[in-house]
């Protein structure tokens, strides 16, 4: 091993995370899947790349997270964020973004890490596990459904005809955290050629295609029309789309209210 950032986590059998089972209907009419009165939803990120070997088994339970959601009480809402740092190792993984660099030093700057690394998951901005470790990757979520969340209200979200994305979010009454969100596509699929994963046809969940800040001002309810070269891209592949937004505490990290609904065409 040598920098952090090409840390060998190694293959380790399971996972595909046997611990979450049962399986539930997808995101659908607004409301994410398996979303009940008692399930609170928790954020699950998964930093991860095309160029490194030891991802593909976390994007695989990323997957299985999203699509079973059964761990108790929680309804996992995931975004799966491809990082440019291993672009030049071979391999440019076409979905990976600089803004999802610039996320991730967020957390390594928060968490007081020596420096980013794949495949890492983040859950609820709280708290950080690497990518190999599902059993501490389910505690983690439990311990973050525990908390307390604010609901935050997704209205009319849409693709708007010139290819930007129209929506609203409404949170209770005062609160001013800041606001971000991400358009996430699914049902994606890479034949990788080159690098350490040459020869592999690679499957994702939820991949981050744009992401922004919004501010602390635009949790009222009012109408948000997000216009950018990544939308545009990502709405002419026409696999499903969904629109993630949650609210954050600048102080910390921490998701204080993350919510998800699938983007009509």
Not at 23 to 49: C, D
Not at 114 to 121: D, K, L, N
Not at 189 to 195: A, D, I, L, S
């Amino acid at each position: 091993m040598t920098q952090r950032w090409i840390l060998r986590t190694g293959l380790v059998a399971g996972l595909a995370m046997g611990a979450v089972a049962a399986t539930t209907a997808a995101v659908a009419q607004g409301k994410s899947a398996g979303a009940t009165a008692t399930q609170r939803p928790v954020l699950v990120e998964l930093f991860t790349s095309e160029g490194c070997s030891d991802c593909p088994p976390a994007d695989a339970a990323l997957e299985q997270l999203d699509a079973k959601q059964s761990i108790p009480g929680v309804h996992a809402i995931v975004l799966s964020e491809h990082v440019t740092y291993w672009d030049h190792l071979g391999w440019s993984d076409p979905y990976s973004l600089d803004a999802m660099d610039q996320h991730q030093q967020q957390y390594v700057n928060e968490f007081s890490l020596p420096s980013p690394a794949t495949p890492e998951f983040v859950v609820d901005g709280a708290a950080e596990v690497a990518g190999n470790n599902p059993p501490k990757l389910e505690e983690e979520i439990r311990q973050a459904a525990a908390r307390p969340k604010i609901e935050l209200q997704i209205g009319d979200a849409h693709i708007a005809a010139d290819g930007a994305v129209d929506f609203s979010v409404k949170a209770p009454p005062g609160h001013k955290s800041t606001l971000v969100a991400a358009v996430a596509e699914d049902g994606t699929q890479t034949k990788v050629v080159r690098g350490e994963n040459a020869g592999r046809t690679l499957h994702y969940v939820a991949v981050v295609r744009a992401f922004k800040e919004f501010g602390s001002n635009a949790l009222d309810g009012r109408a948000l029309h997000w216009s950018s070269g990544e939308l545009e891209r990502a709405e002419k592949d026409g696999a499903p789309l969904r629109l993630v937004v949650y609210v954050y505490n600048s102080s910390n990290g921490q998701v204080l209210g993350v919510a998800e609904q699938t983007l009509s065409r």
